[in-house]
């Protein structure tokens, strides 16, 4: 995956990583392409799970920063709604600040609690990106595996999809 968790990492979008996340699953982990070619587009536009988790901790930095308690309620409430936004979140750059304004309006708290995230957000987004291509990558080779489209040989192989130059 590195060369697609590279790439992810410095462009922060999942969308233009998704050509090389295609064929890296399909020629280093062995996934079909029947398989490859539908989970990962629909991984790269509904399985933001780096958003999801960044979404959670940045609401949490923020209710600490301002001295708010959250209760058990707000918690509940974080983890919903960041779910639920991360479902709905475009895969390109710099998005996820503006999907955290909807959780931080959610449970209450400061919109202006962003400005202390703001500064670090690039550096941010481009570790939830990896995040997210990894975990599209995880779940179409486990849906690969589950459905009998996985070739294990070429998963089992390290040197599988590696271009030598003579």
Not at 72 to 98: E, F, H, R
Not at 111 to 120: D, K, M, P, R
Not at 147 to 165: C, H, Q, S, T, Y
């Amino acid at each position: 995956m590195r060369s697609a968790l590279a790439l992810a990492f410095s462009t922060a979008s999942s969308g233009a990583t998704m050509p090389v996340t295609l064929r890296t699953v399909e020629k280093r982990l062995g996934v079909d392409n029947s398989v490859a070619s539908f989970t990962v587009p629909l991984g790269a536009t509904i399985n933001m799970d780096g958003t999801a988790i960044m979404q959670g901790v940045a609401t949490v930095f923020i209710a600490q920063a301002y001295n708010i308690g959250l209760g058990l309620d707000g918690y509940l409430t974080v983890v919903l709604t960041a779910t639920l936004a991360s479902i709905g979140t475009a895969a390109v750059p710099g998005v996820g600040l503006v999907m955290l304004v909807m959780v931080l309006n959610q449970v209450g708290l400061p919109v202006e609690g962003i400005g202390l995230i703001i500064g670090v957000d690039r550096l941010l987004d481009m570790t939830r990106t990896a995040t997210n291509v990894t975990g599209d990558a995880m779940v179409t080779t486990v849906v690969a595996n589950s459905e009998n489209f996985l070739d294990k040989d070429i998963f089992n192989d390290p040197e599988a999809g590696v271009i030598r130059e003579v």
